[in-house]
C-alpha cells in the first residue's frame, strides 16, 4: 500500500525530486567547517557544482618569486583562514579543500574614505584596502555569505547562480565610497604569475574584460563581465607592475583616470559613487571561459533582475534539492556533519561551460558539450576513491557527464591522456596515476554509462600505455617502476596496478577479452614491489633488489608520494584477499592493522610529511590524506570485521566535528566529505570499479536515499549510538544478509536495509 | 568603334580586370627597392592586401630592456637590411615600410648537422643558427622570395597566399636536417614582449599555437597552423625564459624531447628529418586572428595541395590583376620604379579575417565581417595622404571596405574613436591628427560609400569631439593646443584644422548644416597659431603669446612632431589660397618655397630629426617624410606652377630609383609610393576630401587606368623626357583644360588626356 502509493505519486509527478516537497535542510550546512587549518574549504557562495564560488580572500600571501615554496600559501588554498583578522576582498574562483591551488580571480572590495589601491598587510590593516572583520558579524549559509567589514561600517553580502556571483554592499552615507577591482590579486599568486590581464569600461556601470594566468594551469583565461547597479561618477586604475605596457609611452590621454582601455599585468581599478545610509550598491559578476561575450550572455541568463533575495532564495532552493537525496535521522550535530559533508561532495567537479555550452578546451579552441554538462576541477587521485562511487548513486547523470567532460578532454589531448588532475582546460599533472580510469570503469561497472563506452575504454587503455609518463614504459616492459627512475617508484606501481584492474573489469564488461587479459596480468603488478623479506611494499631497483635504508614510517625518499611505506603497503584495493595472505593471514593481517593504528609516531614523521597534521593521524593511519581511506575496511577481509566497525566511528568522530577545526585534512574536492558519507551510512567502496561496498558501521538513525531512477534505499539502523557501534545482523529487504557487502544494484533497485547495532563485537 | 569593342568585350566577360589578358608587368616589381637604410620595405612574398608577408629576417637586435630606444632596432623595422651577410630565419607577418614597428611572428629557418637553437650573432654567425647568404643568390619577385643558405648548402623558396605562408626548402643529403620555429623572435622584440606563446604538436606533421604579445599593438594574438609535406621523425625544444612556467616542476614527462604541449615566453622548437640529396621539405604556415582552427581552415582552403609552383604562379597572376589596373609606356627603368611603386602602394592595409569572415576585435572577442572584407594595419597619418586617395581611383571596393573596417573598430572601441594608427585589433596611437576622418570624408566626397555615410560622420564628430584625446579639450575651447599642455601643440593644432575641413566637406554633401557650420570654423584654426610677425607656425602659449625660443629649422621642442616650423608652416592643405595670402602673396610665398627648397641645413638638423636621413632631404624641403608631400604643388596657387612641374620631376628623379637604397625615406604603407603613383601620372591629392589633384608633370609617356568601373581614363603625355618637364597645354577628351586640376569625376568618367610637354616653362 505504501509502496503503490509511492509509486503513483511518481507515476503522476516525473522525476521524484524534483516535485515532492522538500525538506529545508540548508541550516544544516556549516560551509564554516574546514575553513580553519588543514580542511582548505571556504565559507562563500557558490550553488552545487557552480563555475562561480564567490568567497572572502582573508589573506594574499604569495608564492615566492624564485619559484620557492613559500610556507604560508599553503594555508590560503582557499583564500580564507578562520583565525584571521582581516579580509581582502571577495574574490570569484575558489577551489573547495585542495591541497595545491590557483584561481582567486577577481577580487572585489568595497571600501569608504581615502582611496587606497594597495591591500596592506594582516598586522597593518590599515595600511591597505583590507578591512578587520569579527565572526561575531559573519554568516556563512549554502549559497550565502554575510559579513560586516568593521573598518568602513560596509555590510557584505554574496550570493551566487552557476555562473555569476552576485554582491550586495550596504554602505553608509558618504561621498567617497569606492569599490575595487584588484586584477592583480588571485591564490598561489606570484610575481608574474598574472600573464595579461585586460578591462574595458564598456559605460558607467559595465566593466567587462579577462585574467589571464600562467599557474597550476599553465594557459589559463578567465573572461568576466561586471555590472553595477549604479552608475559610478568617476573610476581609474593604477598598473602596479615593474615594466609598463608600450602603450604607456604615449602621451595621449591620461590612462589612470576615466580611461576605459585598460591592459597589463598588475592592474588596480576603482570606481567611485556617493552614497546615502543604508544604500545598497549590488554587482553581478559573471565568468566564461569563452569570451566577455559569454559572460554577459551568461549574466543576462541567469540573472536578469536585480532581487538579491530571490538569487539567494534560488541558490538555497538548488542547494535542498540535492541534499534532499540523502534524508537522515540524526541529532542536530550529525546532521551538521552529514549535511555540511554532502554539500562539499556537491561542490566539485564545478561547470566549466557557458548557458549555451561553449568553453575553452586544452587546445585554446572554443568547444561546444553536445548534449551533455561540461566539468573541470578534476582532483582524480582523491576523488576516485569516494567522490565518483557516491556520485554513481546520488548523482548518476552528473557522474556520466563528468566522464564526457575527462572524454572531451582526451579527444584534445596532443599526448592522447585521461585527465590527471585538471581544472580550466589545463592538466596541471598534479599526483600520481591514471585514475580517471577507476572513474570511468566504475561506472561501466555499475552500468551508469551516459557516454560512450568503448571510445571510454579506447581512452583509458591508451593512457595506461603511453610508455613516456612517469615511468609507464618501464612499468609495462618489468611489472614495476625502478627506484633509479622515478621517485614515487612504489606507490606508482602500486596505483597502476590497481587502474589496470579497472580497466580489466571494464573490458570484462565490455567483453573484450584482450584487453581483460592484459590488464588483469598487469594488475598483479603490486606483487613486484612487495618484500615478503619485510613485509611491506618497498621501492625497487632496476636490478631487482629492494632500495636499501627502508624505512616504513619514512615519507622521504622511500619511493611513496604523500604517504609512507606502512600505509601505502595496504594498498591493493582490487585484491583485499591477497594483501591478507601476503601480510600472513586474516589473524597476522588484522594484528599489522591494530599497531597502524595504535603506533606512536616519531616526531619526524610530521616534519617531513606533506598534507598532514596530527589532527588527521590516528596511531600511523593517516585519514588526512588519502591512500588510506579503505584501509580501515581491511578488516572486513581478515577475521574481525568489528574491528572496521569500531575504527570507522572512531574515525567519524574523530576526524569530523561540525566547527572551523572539524576537518583533520584537506577536504580535496570533496572526497573527505565523501568518506564520512559513505562511512555514515554504513557502507563503503573498497575498490571503485568492483560493485561491491564493504559494510561499515553507520552512525545516523536512519537514512532514505531518494534516487533519480525514483527508487528509495532506506537504511533503517537499530539501536545505533556511541557505544553501540557493532553490527549484530543486517537485514536486507527483510532478509537476513549473511556477507559483508552491499552491491551496487541492491542499492539502485532500491529497498530497506535494517541495521542491527549492539555494544559488543559479534 | 573602339569604344563600342570595348563595351561589348566588358558586357560579355564581365568585370574588365578579370578577363582580359593580363599584361605580365611582375617582373617589373623588384622588391628588393627600399630594403637599403631608410626604405623599410622587406623583400619577401605578400599577395596583394595579404594577411601574411612571408619575408627573410637578417637580425633580431631587441628594443631594450629598460625601456630605452635602441637606435639599431629600428633598422629593422622590416626584419631586413640589404647591407646585412646573414639571414636568421623567415618570418610571417611584416609592416611594409614603418618607422616603428612589431610583428616578425614565428620565424622558421631550416639548416642542417649540429643542432643549433640560439640565432647567433652577426659578427658571429656559426655560433648560432643563422646563416651567411649572398645577394648573388637571392631573388626577389612578387609574392616569391629565393635565397641559397651557404652555411647549409639549403636552397629556401617562399611564396604565399591572403592567409597562408608557402616555404620550401630544398636539402643536401643528411641524416642531421632540422627545421627551427622560433616563437621567441620578433620585430622591435624585448624581453617580455611575449606575452605567451603556445604550441601543440599535433601529429608528426602538423603543429599549431599562438603567440601573443605586448608591443606596438598592446594585446595582439596571432595564432597559427605549420604543416611539414614530410614528416619529422623527432622533435623538442627549448625554453629560454628566465623563469619557466609552472609545469615544469612536475616530472611526469621530459618535456624537451617529443613532447607534444609546450607554452611558455620564449620558446624554441625543432623538427627533424633525414633527407635525400635534393630532396625538399615543404611547410605551409597558416595565421588567423581567431583560432588554431581559423589558421586550419585557412590553409585548408588556400592550399590544398602541396605545388608550390602553382601556388606562387597564382600569386604572381593577383599581382598581375592589380598591377594592370595601370598600364604605362615609360622606360624600363620607370617602369621598375612604377610597378614597384604600385606593388607597395597594394600591400597596406592588410586583410585582417579569416575565409569565413571572423576575426578577433579590439574588444578581443570574435567578430565577423558581415559583407566586406576586414583590414588592419591603418597608418592613417601617413596613408590619408595619397594611399586612400589612390585607392578612391584604383581600388575603390577596398577603400569602401577599409572604411568598414574602420568604423568596426569605431564601434568596438570604448572610448569611441576612429582609428589613429592600428593594427591587430589594436590602438597604438602612433602620430597625431584623426586622420580616418579625411580618408572617410574623401570616399564621401568622391561618392566612393559602399559603407553606412551616416553612421561614419556620427563616427567621424564623436572622434572629433573626444575632449580627452591628445589636447583636444583645449584645441575646442581655445582655438588651438597650448604649447605647455602638448609637445606637439602647433602641429597638431594643424593637423586637426585639416581633418576639421574634412568633416565639413563630408557633412555638406551629406547635407548636414550644423555639424557643416561648426567644422568649418575650426577648420580656420591653423590661423591661431600662425606667427604673422615671423611669418611662421609657432607653438602658442595658454595666454596667447607665442613660445619663446623659437628656431624655425628645429624638430626639437618646438611644438612639431617629426617635423619642424619651416615644413610644417606650409601645412594647410584645405585652404592653399589663404596660405599663400599669409606668406605674403602669390610671388613672396613663391619665394618662400624656393628657398625652402634651396637652403642649405646645418648639422644638427639631421642629428635631432626622426625618420630623415640626408637622402630625403632636398634643400629644406623633406620627402623622406610625409608632412611635406603636398608642398611642391603648392606653386600651383602662386603664379608659378611650373616650378610645380619643375619640383616633382626632381622629386621623383632623386627620391625614387629601382635599387636597394632607392627610397629615401619610410614608404610608410604605401604613402611613399602612393606620392610616386600620382605625380608619374601627372597629378596629386593636394587635399583629401576635395574632389581636385592639382597637376603637376607626368613623368610617364602614356598611362592607361583600367578602372573598376569598366571605363578607362588614359593620360597620353607628348614629348615628355628628363628635360621637357614643363607642361604646354593639356587637352581632356579632345579639350583645352585652362586650369591646374583635374576633377575626380574626370577620371572616373573615363576619358583621354593629353599632355604637351616641353622644355621651358610656360
Same mark, same amino acid.
Given at each position: 500500500?505504501?509502496?503503490?502509493?509511492?509509486?503513483?505519486?511518481?507515476?503522476?509527478?516525473?522525476?521524484?525530486?524534483?516535485?515532492?516537497?522538500?525538506?529545508?535542510?540548508?541550516? /544544516?550546512?556549516?560551509?564554516?567547517?574546514?575553513?580553519?587549518?588543514?580542511?582548505?574549504?571556504?565559507?562563500?557562495?557558490?550553488?552545487?557544482?557552480?563555475?562561480?564560488?564567490?568567497?572572502?580572500?582573508?589573506?594574499?600571501?604569495?608564492?615566492?618569486?624564485?619559484?620557492?615554496?613559500?610556507?604560508?600559501?599553503?594555508?590560503?588554498?582557499?583564500?580564507?583562514?578562520?583565525?584571521?583578522?582581516?579580509?581582502?576582498?571577495?574574490?570569484?574562483?575558489?577551489?573547495?579543500?585542495?591541497?595545491?591551488?590557483?584561481?582567486?580571480?577577481?577580487?572585489?572590495?568595497?571600501?569608504?574614505?581615502?582611496?587606497?589601491?594597495?591591500?596592506? !598587510?594582516?598586522?597593518?590593516?590599515?595600511?591597505?584596502?583590507?578591512?578587520?572583520?569579527?565572526?561575531?558579524?559573519?554568516?556563512?549559509?549554502?549559497?550565502?555569505?554575510?559579513?560586516?567589514?568593521?573598518?568602513?561600517?560596509?555590510?557584505?553580502? #554574496?550570493?551566487?547562480?552557476?555562473?555569476?556571483?552576485?554582491?550586495?554592499?550596504?554602505?553608509?552615507?558618504?561621498?567617497?565610497?569606492?569599490?575595487?577591482?584588484?586584477?592583480?590579486?588571485?591564490?598561489?599568486?606570484?610575481?608574474?604569475?598574472?600573464?595579461?590581464?585586460?578591462?574595458?569600461?564598456?559605460?558607467?556601470?559595465?566593466?567587462?574584460?579577462?585574467?589571464?594566468?600562467?599557474?597550476?594551469?599553465?594557459?589559463?583565461?578567465?573572461?568576466?563581465?561586471?555590472?553595477?547597479?549604479?552608475?559610478?561618477?568617476?573610476?581609474?586604475?593604477?598598473?602596479?607592475?615593474?615594466?609598463?605596457?608600450?602603450?604607456?609611452?604615449?602621451?595621449?590621454?591620461?590612462?589612470?583616470?576615466?580611461?576605459?582601455?585598460?591592459?597589463?599585468?598588475?592592474?588596480?581599478?576603482?570606481?567611485?559613487?556617493?552614497?546615502?545610509?543604508?544604500?545598497?550598491?549590488?554587482?553581478?559578476?559573471?565568468?566564461?571561459?569563452?569570451?566577455?561575450?559569454?559572460?554577459?550572455?551568461?549574466?543576462?541568463?541567469?540573472?536578469?533582475?536585480?532581487?538579491?533575495?530571490?538569487?539567494?532564495?534560488?541558490?538555497?532552493?538548488?542547494?535542498?534539492?540535492?541534499?534532499?537525496?540523502?534524508?537522515?535521522?540524526?541529532?542536530?550535530?550529525?546532521?551538521?556533519?552529514?549535511?555540511?559533508?554532502?554539500?562539499?561532495?556537491?561542490?566539485?567537479?564545478?561547470?566549466?561551460?557557458?548557458?549555451?555550452?561553449? /568553453?575553452?578546451?586544452?587546445?585554446?579552441?572554443?568547444?561546444?558539450?553536445?548534449?551533455?554538462? &561540461?566539468?573541470?576541477?578534476?582532483?582524480?587521485?582523491?576523488?576516485?576513491?569516494?567522490?565518483?562511487?557516491?556520485?554513481?548513486?546520488?548523482?548518476?547523470?552528473?557522474?556520466?557527464?563528468?566522464i564526457?567532460?575527462m572524454l572531451?578532454?582526451y579527444?584534445?589531448?596532443?599526448?592522447h591522456m585521461l585527465?590527471?588532475?585538471?581544472?580550466?582546460?589545463?592538466?596541471?599533472?598534479?599526483?600520481?596515476?591514471y585514475?580517471s580510469v577507476s572513474v570511468i570503469a566504475d561506472a561501466v561497472v555499475k552500468s551508469n554509462t551516459?557516454f560512450d563506452v568503448y571510445k571510454a575504454l579506447d581512452a583509458c587503455v591508451t593512457t595506461a600505455r603511453h610508455?613516456?609518463?612517469?615511468?609507464?614504459?618501464?612499468?609495462m616492459?618489468?611489472?614495476?617502476?625502478?627506484?633509479?627512475?622515478?621517485?614515487?617508484?612504489?606507490? !606508482?606501481?602500486?596505483?597502476y596496478a590497481y587502474d589496470d584492474w579497472c580497466i580489466a573489469q571494464m573490458a570484462k564488461k565490455l567483453n573484450r577479452k584482450d584487453i581483460y587479459s592484459e590488464f588483469s596480468k598487469r594488475s598483479e603488478n /603490486?606483487?613486484?614491489?612487495?618484500?615478503?623479506?619485510?613485509?611491506?611494499?618497498?621501492?625497487?631497483?632496476?636490478?631487482?633488489?629492494?632500495?636499501?635504508?627502508?624505512?616504513?614510517?619514512? !615519507?622521504?625518499?622511500?619511493?611513496?608520494?604523500?604517504?609512507?611505506?606502512?600505509?601505502?603497503?595496504?594498498?591493493?584495493?582490487h585484491?583485499?584477499?591477497?594483501?591478507?595472505?601476503?601480510?600472513?593471514?586474516?589473524?597476522?593481517?588484522?594484528?599489522?592493522?591494530?599497531?597502524?593504528?595504535?603506533?606512536?609516531?616519531?616526531?619526524?614523521?610530521?616534519?617531513?610529511?606533506?598534507?598532514?597534521?596530527?589532527?588527521?593521524?590516528?596511531?600511523?593511519?593517516?585519514?588526512?590524506?588519502?591512500?588510506?581511506?579503505?584501509?580501515?575496511? #581491511? /578488516?572486513?577481509?581478515?577475521?574481525?570485521?568489528?574491528?572496521?566497525?569500531?575504527?570507522?566511528?572512531?574515525?567519524?568522530?574523530?576526524?569530523?566535528?561540525?566547527?572551523?577545526?572539524?576537518?583533520?585534512?584537506?577536504?580535496?574536492?570533496?572526497?573527505?566529505?565523501?568518506?564520512?558519507?559513505?562511512?555514515? #551510512?554504513?557502507?563503503?567502496?573498497?575498490?571503485p570499479a568492483s560493485d561491491?561496498?564493504?559494510?561499515?558501521?553507520?552512525?545516523? &538513525?536512519?537514512?532514505?536515499?531518494?534516487?533519480?531512477?525514483?527508487?528509495?534505499?532506506?537504511?533503517?539502523?537499530?539501536?545505533?549510538?556511541?557505544?553501540?557501534?557493532?553490527?549484530?545482523?543486517?537485514?536486507?529487504?527483510?532478509?537476513? #544478509?549473511?556477507?559483508?557487502?552491499?552491491?551496487?544494484?541492491?542499492?539502485?533497485?532500491?529497498?530497506?536495509?535494517?541495521?542491527?547495532?549492539?555494544?559488543?563485537?559479534?
Open positions: 500500500m505504501q509502496k503503490s502509493l509511492w509509486l503513483s505519486l511518481l507515476l503522476s509527478s516525473g522525476l521524484f525530486a524534483q516535485k515532492k516537497k522538500l525538506e529545508n535542510l540548508v541550516p /544544516y550546512v556549516k560551509p564554516i567547517i574546514g575553513t580553519q587549518r588543514m580542511g582548505h574549504t571556504y565559507p562563500g557562495a557558490t550553488v552545487p557544482f557552480g563555475m562561480v564560488q564567490l568567497s572572502p580572500d582573508t589573506d594574499t600571501v604569495q608564492y615566492e618569486n624564485n619559484g620557492k615554496y613559500n610556507p604560508d600559501v599553503y594555508k590560503y588554498c582557499a583564500g580564507y583562514q578562520y583565525d584571521d583578522k582581516t579580509i581582502v576582498g571577495f574574490s570569484h574562483t575558489h577551489f573547495s579543500g585542495t591541497g595545491h591551488s590557483d584561481l582567486g580571480d577577481f577580487l572585489v572590495m568595497p571600501t569608504v574614505g581615502e582611496l587606497k589601491l594597495n591591500p596592506g !598587510t594582516a598586522d597593518k590593516p590599515h595600511s591597505g584596502f583590507r578591512s578587520t572583520f569579527s565572526h561575531a558579524n559573519e554568516t556563512a549559509e549554502a549559497d550565502y555569505y554575510k559579513v560586516k567589514l568593521d573598518d568602513y561600517n560596509i555590510l557584505a553580502e #554574496l550570493t551566487a547562480t552557476t555562473r555569476v556571483g552576485f554582491h550586495q554592499y550596504t554602505f553608509p552615507k558618504t561621498e567617497n565610497a569606492h569599490i575595487i577591482l584588484d586584477l592583480s590579486s588571485g591564490i598561489y599568486n606570484y610575481e608574474d604569475k598574472n600573464i595579461w590581464t585586460f578591462v574595458r569600461v564598456e559605460n558607467d556601470s559595465l566593466i567587462t574584460g579577462y585574467r589571464q594566468t600562467n599557474g597550476w594551469g599553465r594557459t589559463r583565461t578567465v573572461y568576466f563581465a561586471m555590472k553595477f547597479s549604479k552608475s559610478f561618477f568617476q573610476y581609474g586604475n593604477r598598473n602596479f607592475s615593474k615594466r609598463l605596457p608600450y602603450r604607456g609611452f604615449w602621451g595621449k590621454f591620461d590612462q589612470s583616470k576615466n580611461f576605459p582601455e585598460l591592459a597589463g599585468k598588475q592592474i588596480r581599478a576603482y570606481f567611485d559613487f556617493k552614497t546615502n545610509e543604508g544604500e545598497k550598491i549590488k554587482i553581478k559578476f559573471s565568468l566564461s571561459s569563452v569570451s566577455t561575450e559569454g559572460a554577459l550572455l551568461n549574466m543576462k541568463t541567469e540573472i536578469p533582475g536585480w532581487d538579491f533575495e530571490k538569487v539567494k532564495q534560488l541558490g538555497q532552493e538548488l542547494w535542498n534539492r540535492e541534499l534532499n537525496k540523502v534524508l537522515i535521522e540524526a541529532t542536530n550535530t550529525e546532521k551538521e556533519n552529514f549535511y555540511t559533508s554532502l554539500y562539499h561532495t556537491f561542490i566539485s567537479p564545478t561547470t566549466y561551460m557557458d548557458v549555451d555550452g561553449k /568553453y575553452r578546451g586544452l587546445d585554446q579552441n572554443i568547444h561546444k558539450a553536445n548534449g551533455f554538462t &561540461n566539468y573541470t576541477t578534476f582532483s582524480l587521485w582523491d576523488t576516485y576513491r569516494a567522490l565518483h562511487p557516491l556520485f554513481n548513486i546520488l548523482q548518476p547523470k552528473r557522474n556520466g557527464d563528468m564526457n567532460s572531451a578532454h579527444s584534445q589531448s596532443t599526448l585527465p590527471i588532475w585538471s581544472h580550466y582546460a589545463n592538466e596541471n599533472w598534479c599526483m600520481t596515476g585514475h551516459p610508455r613516456n609518463f612517469d615511468g609507464l614504459g618501464y612499468y616492459d618489468m611489472g614495476y617502476i625502478p627506484a633509479e627512475k622515478n621517485g614515487s617508484s612504489a606507490s !606508482t606501481t602500486l596505483e /603490486y606483487k613486484n614491489v612487495f618484500d615478503t623479506s619485510v613485509g611491506f611494499m618497498r621501492a625497487r631497483m632496476t636490478d631487482g633488489s629492494f632500495k636499501k635504508g627502508f624505512d616504513p614510517l619514512s !615519507t622521504s625518499n622511500q619511493g611513496f608520494v604523500e604517504g609512507n611505506s606502512w600505509n601505502y603497503s595496504l594498498y591493493v584495493p585484491a583485499p584477499d591477497q594483501l591478507i595472505k601476503m601480510l600472513g593471514g586474516p589473524d597476522a593481517a588484522a594484528k599489522h592493522l591494530d599497531s597502524l593504528f595504535t603506533m606512536e609516531l616519531p616526531d619526524k614523521f610530521f616534519a617531513e610529511t606533506e598534507d598532514i597534521t596530527r589532527d588527521g593521524i590516528i596511531g600511523g593511519y593517516v585519514h588526512g590524506n588519502e591512500p588510506s581511506h579503505h584501509v580501515a575496511y #581491511l /578488516y572486513n577481509w581478515t577475521n574481525k570485521p568489528w574491528k572496521t566497525q569500531e575504527k570507522i566511528r572512531m574515525i567519524l568522530k574523530q576526524q569530523y566535528k561540525p566547527a572551523p577545526d572539524g576537518l583533520g585534512g584537506n577536504d580535496d574536492c570533496g572526497q573527505m566529505s565523501a568518506w564520512y558519507i559513505f562511512s555514515a #551510512l554504513g557502507f563503503y567502496p573498497v575498490a561491491q561496498y564493504a559494510i561499515g558501521s553507520p552512525a545516523i &538513525n536512519k537514512a532514505t536515499l531518494n534516487l533519480d531512477n525514483g527508487k528509495t534505499f532506506t537504511i533503517d539502523v537499530k539501536n545505533q549510538n556511541d557505544k553501540n557501534v557493532y553490527v549484530e545482523k543486517i537485514l536486507l529487504n527483510g532478509k537476513l #544478509l549473511n556477507r559483508l557487502y552491499l552491491t551496487h544494484s541492491e542499492i539502485m533497485n532500491g529497498g530497506y536495509i535494517v541495521f542491527m547495532m549492539n555494544d559488543h563485537r559479534r
